[in-house]
C-alpha cells in the first residue's frame, strides 16, 4: 500500500447513532491497509469502544460536545502501522485508576472491558489528558 501521508478525521457529535458511521470508515481505511477480515473486525470492535466511552463517559452524552476520530498511516510513502486516534471534549479522568475487568469484583458487571478490550485487539495502546481538556485514546495496529 502506498498513501501520502494523509489523515482521515472525523468530528462526530455526542450521538450513538454514529457509531455506524465511524464503523464503515473503519472498515474502510482497514481495507486499504490491506488488513484480513480478522484484523478487519478485532480493529473495529476496538475503535466501536473507545468511540462509545468518548461519548457516554467523556463527554455524558452532551450532544454538542464534539468526537474526534481520527486515521493516519505512518511512515508514508510506505507506512507500518495504522494509528487511530479518539478524542473527547469531557472531564478526563486517571487512567491508571481503571479497574481489572478480570478481577472477581469485577466479572458481574456489566461495564469496564472497553479499555481491556482495546488493549487486546491492539498493539499498543495509550490514554493521555489532552491540553485542550478531554481524553485522547491512541490505538496502534502494526502492519505486515
Partial sequence: MRTNGSVVRLEIQSSFDMLDFVQLVCDRVGQMAGLDED???WIGVAVRESVINAIKHGNREEFAKLVTVEFAFTPPPVPAELIIR???QGAGFDPDVIGNPLAPENL?????RGIFFMRSFMDDVSLRRVPEGGMEVRMVKKLA
Avoid at 458481574?108 to 469496564?112: A, D, L, V
Wanted: proline share 0%; no cysteine; hydrophobic share 35%.
Fill in 39 to 41: 484484523s478487519l473486525h
Fill in 108 to 112: 458481574m458487571k456489566s461495564s469496564g
Fill in 86 to 88: 479518539v478524542v473527547d
